[in-house]
């Protein structure tokens, strides 16, 4: 193996979290777990033991966690976490109650301020019984279409604390992207902003969320936050109040929590899929507790009093783990805008202003801040920062070196991978082991990773799908309106009988690191940020110049570029004012995320027998691989049209 670019040193090791864990566990239960690796092999064969010791560690809270801790142990689905338990997400997370800082926020240099621990439990208060009074109840849905703010962080509690469910989107979507999520789950209440910063610029939205609004029938209230603009609501938002008069009339009584089975639905994501509207992910309240607590606390040595961020929208589930660092006590820094505005130092100046200790991003915005030629080590003190993570899409290795030769040498940097489908992560950090380059440096705690061939063998050394081959509490509770799970179960345990199947090609090595080379499916990843295809077929095919599309992802430069092909009407060709015209109907109506790098025209798109276009095969031909599924295309001519395009190579 190569030499490490990092090592921890031996306080480091002693001092962590883990390593404290590891110890009381030995000598909590006459165990002699010398290392780390002991302690995963231990997590995985007694996962019936290392679930309750975390909970026990942790000072996790609960009404009762009950005498089972797994029924059904044997079945995936099926398998049953603490199902007897009641308890709270929210009461986990607001363990504390004084005047140091819970929450800091910068909305980029525009907006600065400060949430005491007390002054978040009384926000919380107020607007946990100003949403009952309404008539929210448990299970009930609130949705939110805002920044990453204080006052979101306070409508996930308060909505947490009541036992509804809580979903949520950034204001950047567009209004059939909003329509697409929470049309499906139909909340009773959003709450939303007149606006947001990006760039320097204030971006108006209140046209947005009154078409969203009209166009979802369920939501009865809308609370209107000002942020970006003087918030009144001059555009006819149907039902809309101020967050301010929505909150007035209540008092800062203590906060009454709603005990809530463990697998009761917390939160609800959305999926990629390549066809129709995303997925709805619903999951459970305890499983999602346990295993971001897990990854706080064992694998990134959060610590209460530490100072945490995590660059992310609230469309992403990385603001949903971010959340969880409450329960570790710790204080959340807050970002909502462009990390390069107004000259790419502003998150480095963020780390050195409010004592940053864990510094989270995505694997783009390295790339992004190698290529910018930025040099925070030469600008910077970043004295507190001890760990840095990267997810979203494999770190490269290259990343890897800037990280230590240009932004700090002493650094925990972590490349961590799992998603949405589980609100963690399969494999990220190890504050206790050395970092390689390229390489993950560990598999999560208690979940029985591995990597299977296509026939189902676990593999070492050699490319295979990532795979979990026992149950873990984080799994999803299901898909929104799946009542027979065939949806969940197509989605994860087709391939492998009783296996999920996370889509990744990945390979594991003997020393437990895992190196990732991307998705095994169609679902496209730019800048990390996983896209649906079938998003963007949407908007495209409502455009009268257009016949049809097809989508895929091109690996570029450490990352995945959108490439758009289309089919015209008969007699017109691709000119600069369609391209302009496709692009701004996408970014209007999705997010700038969605919107291609690339748009081409083809005469032809290949095409299963039964009619179905071929995404994987198109993109199999683009980075010149061979097609597997040959025999199962209508026309496979077509897939000529696709090879060497000139157009793809710059």
């Not at 679930?51 to 009762?64: D, H, S």
């Not at 909305?107 to 019984?129: F, H, M, T």
């Not at 001890?386 to 040498?409: C, H, Q, W």
């Not at 077929?537 to 289309?566: A, C, H, M, T």
């Amino acid at each position: 193996m190569n030499t490490p670019l990092w090592q921890p040193n031996a306080k480091r090791i002693e001092n962590a979290k883990v390593t404290r864990f590891r110890t009381w566990l030995n000598a909590e239960k006459g165990l002699e777990l010398g290392d780390f690796q002991s302690l995963y092999d231990w997590s995985v064969a007694c996962k019936e033991e290392f679930w309750p010791a975390l909970i026990a560690f942790a000072g996790l809270k609960a009404e009762t966690w009950g005498d089972v801790v797994l029924a059904n142990g044997d079945k995936m689905p099926g398998a049953a976490f603490f199902p007897d338990a009641r308890l709270n997400f929210a009461e986990n997370l607001l363990q504390r109650d004084d005047d140091m800082d819970a929450l800091v926020f910068w909305g980029e240099d525009q907006v600065k301020r400060r949430v005491s621990w007390c002054d978040l439990n009384i926000a919380v208060s107020k607007l946990s019984q100003a949403l009952r009074a309404q008539g929210v109840v448990k299970g009930d849905r609130v949705c939110g279409y805002m920044p990453n703010m204080p006052e979101t962080v306070i409508a996930m509690l308060a909505t947490a604390a009541i036992g509804a469910t809580w979903s949520s989107a950034s204001p950047d979507f567009g209004v059939q992207g909003v329509e697409d999520r929470f049309g499906q789950i139909e909340p009773k209440v959003m709450i939303t902003v007149d606006g947001y910063y990006y760039n320097g610029k204030s971006h108006d939205i209140r046209e947005k969320v009154r078409d969203v609004v009209d166009r979802i029938p369920s939501i009865e209230t809308v609370i209107l936050v000002q942020y970006a603009f003087d918030g009144i609501n001059s555009t006819g938002i149907r039902n809309a109040i101020a967050y301010d008069s929505y909150i007035a009339p209540w008092p800062a009584d203590k906060i009454v929590f709603e005990q809530v089975a463990f697998n009761h639905p917390l939160y609800v994501m959305f999926s990629s899929g390549t066809t129709g509207k995303p997925k709805c992910i619903v999951h459970g309240t305890g499983g999602t507790l346990l295993k971001q607590v897990s990854e706080h606390l064992l694998h990134c040595d959060v610590n209460a009093g530490d100072r945490v961020f995590y660059f992310t929208t609230c469309g992403w589930m990385m603001w949903n783990w971010l959340m969880a660092g409450l329960a570790a006590q710790a204080t959340l820094l807050l970002y909502d805008g462009s990390p390069f505005y107004p000259n790419g130092n502003i998150l480095f100046d963020y780390a050195d202003a409010e004592g940053m200790t864990l510094f989270g991003t995505s694997a783009k915005y390295i790339d992004a801040l190698a290529k910018a030629g930025l040099r925070p080590i030469h600008t910077h003190n970043l004295s507190t920062v001890r760990a840095m993570t990267s997810t979203g899409s494999p770190l490269a290795p290259e990343s890897f070196d800037y990280v230590y030769n240009d932004i700090k040498a002493d650094i925990h940097l972590a490349s961590i991978s799992g998603g949405t489908d589980i609100l963690g992560c399969f494999v990220l950090a190890c504050p206790v082991l050395p970092v390689y380059r390229g390489i993950i440096q560990t598999r999560a705690l208690g979940l029985a990773v591995d990597v299977f061939d296509d026939d189902g063998n676990p593999v070492r050394n050699q490319k295979g799908e990532l795979v979990c081959t026992a149950p873990f509490p984080s799994m999803p509770v299901g898909f929104w309106d799946d009542p027979d799970q065939e949806r969940y179960r197509d989605a994860y345990f087709n391939r492998f009988e009783n296996v999920w199947c996370h889509g990744d090609y990945v390979e594991l090595d003997d020393n437990g690191g895992m190196i990732i080379y991307g998705r095994s499916d169609a679902t496209l990843n730019p800048g990390g940020v996983r896209i649906g295809t079938a998003e963007i077929y949407r908007q495209v095919e409502k455009l009268p110049e257009i016949k049809e599309s097809i989508v895929i992802g091109q690996d570029w430069d450490n990352d995945v570029r959108v490439v758009l092909f289309v089919v015209l009407k008969d007699g017109l060709v691709l000119d600069d004012a369609l391209i302009t015209k496709i692009r701004t109907q996408i970014r209007d109506n999705c997010t700038p995320r969605h919107v291609p790098a690339k748009v081409i025209q083809v005469d032809d798109i290949p095409r299963t027998k039964s009619g179905k276009i071929t995404e994987l095969a198109v993109r199999d031909i683009v980075h010149g691989r061979p097609v597997k599924n040959h025999e199962a295309l209508a026309n496979p001519e077509a897939l000529s049209l696709y090879a060497d395009l000139p157009d793809l190579q710059a």
